[in-house]
Structure formats: structure tokens, C-alpha cells
């Protein structure tokens, strides 16, 4: 079974600039989040989706972030303009919806985001 | 809002005993997840507990105490490849709905000693 693909994996740009991520989760899981953890932290949620909905976003910087999942299946991530507090590893996970059961996140590699 | 509260760094020998523990304040309480992050790579699941009481896996156990907020990740015959982060995640529904989200705590950065 495939995992949850993210690209790219690594990213450098300069701070003011635009970046985008993508992810395609796990055929089938109607559930998708995107976290952002910056290093020595715990992973924070910025956006979760289920299908083509937005489910939380309280988190998310909407003047400088925002993400879509169109279609229910895979989902963009931007950050425009992006700061330099930015920098850290965007991890994209995909569950099954079940809410009363052991429906645990799978998680990709993430992508590894650098702000100079 | 949740608030999910883990050591931050634990010590421990190779063949010993470890019990990492977490604390959680929700209002939609539906779960709580444990994983395990090597570092520079993504989580993984370890453990699910939604009822009260001990949950084994192998060399891993889980607990959870629903009436205090209160969970440990128990790790029996310690290797060195359990020097990782163990991260203590909640699931919780929010408003009227029968949506849930899942949050994270900063994670326990486990260090396995020879």
C-alpha cells in the first residue's frame, strides 16, 4: 500500500517569497491534515480537511498561508510571502474517517522548509 | 482547546524501563494516540487508547486514565534504537459536530544510555 506522498522534500528561499507543498494521502482517507513542526517542537496543527472540507483552521496564518484540497484527494499547502519564523518541517498525514475508531494518522516524509 | 503536557527530555539504560507520561485538558475527549519520531523523520503510530485501562504491544504499553487526563507510554527492555521523540496526541470533538481533530504535545525526546 502506498504511503502519503509529499513534495518537495527540501526547500530554500528567501524570506518574502512564495512556496508551495503538495500532498496526496492514502487512497482513500478521507481525512487530511497538514502540521507544521518547527524543530525540538511537537508537530502543530495548522488545517485539517475532511474531503474537500475544512474541519479546523484555527491555527493556520490566514494573511500568509493557505491551503486547498479540491477534489477530497490530494491538497496544496502556500505561504505567501513567507517569513524567516516560517522554517520547519511541513508534515502532511491521512486518516480514515471513523471518529470512535483506532483510526490513527499515517504521515509522509514532510517537507523540509528553509527561510533566509 | 487542548493542552497536552509531556516531559520534555528523559534519560534511561539500555535493558531498563521507561514511562513517559502526558497530561491532557479537553471537552471532547475521543482518543489518545502515541508515536514515535527518530529524528529527521516523520512519526509513526505506537499506540491508541480511547477506554480506560492498559493497552501491550510487544515491548510497548499504554495507559490511560481518562477521569484525571492522564496517559504513560510504558517502554519494557529498552534498546538503543528507542532513542527517540514520544509524542502524546489527542483526539478531541469541538462544537456541536461529530468532527474531531487531532493535537499534539511537544514531545518527550528520549535518550537510551549504554
Known amino acids: 500500500e502506498a504511503g502519503v506522498a509529499q513534495s518537495p522534500r527540501y526547500k530554500i528561499i528567501e524570506k518574502r517569497q512564495s512556496v508551495a507543498f503538495w500532498c496526496n494521502p492514502i487512497?482513500?482517507?478521507?481525512?487530511l491534515y497538514w502540521y507544521q513542526q518547527i524543530l525540538g517542537q511537537g508537530p502543530k496543527l495548522l488545517i485539517q480537511?475532511?474531503?474537500?472540507?475544512?474541519?479546523?483552521d484555527s491555527q493556520l496564518p490566514k494573511d500568509r498561508f493557505s491551503a486547498e484540497r479540491l477534489k477530497g484527494v490530494d491538497s496544496t499547502l502556500k505561504i505567501q510571502p513567507a517569513k524567516l519564523e516560517d522554517s520547519a518541517v511541513y508534515l502532511c498525514?491521512?486518516?480514515?474517517?471513523?471518529?470512535?475508531?483506532?483510526?490513527?494518522?499515517?504521515f509522509g516524509q514532510g517537507t523540509r522548509l528553509t527561510v533566509v | 482547546g487542548q493542552n497536552i503536557d509531556q516531559p520534555t527530555e528523559m534519560t534511561a539504560t539500555e535493558g531498563a524501563i521507561v514511562q513517559i507520561n502526558c497530561t491532557y485538558q479537553?471537552?471532547?475527549?475521543?482518543?489518545l494516540f502515541w508515536y514515535q519520531q527518530h529524528a529527521g523523520e516523520a512519526p509513526t503510530f505506537l499506540s491508541y487508547?480511547?477506554?480506560?485501562g492498559l493497552e501491550e504491544k510487544g515491548r510497548f504499553s499504554s495507559f490511560l486514565s481518562r477521569s484525571k487526563g492522564y496517559s504513560y507510554l510504558l517502554l519494557k527492555e529498552l534498546q538503543m534504537k528507542d532513542s527517540a521523540s514520544y509524542l502524546c496526541?489527542?483526539?478531541?470533538?469541538f462544537g456541536t459536530g461529530t468532527a474531531s481533530k487531532l493535537t499534539f504535545g511537544t514531545g518527550t525526546r528520549l535518550q537510551v544510555t549504554l
Open positions: 498525514a491521512s486518516s480514515l474517517l471513523g471518529d470512535s475508531m483506532n483510526t490513527e494518522a499515517f
Open positions: 496526541a489527542v483526539r478531541d470533538r
Open positions: 480537511f475532511q474531503n474537500n472540507g475544512v474541519v479546523d
Open positions: 479537553t471537552s471532547g475527549f475521543n482518543g
Open positions: 487508547n480511547v477506554l480506560d
Open positions: 487512497s482513500g482517507h478521507a481525512t
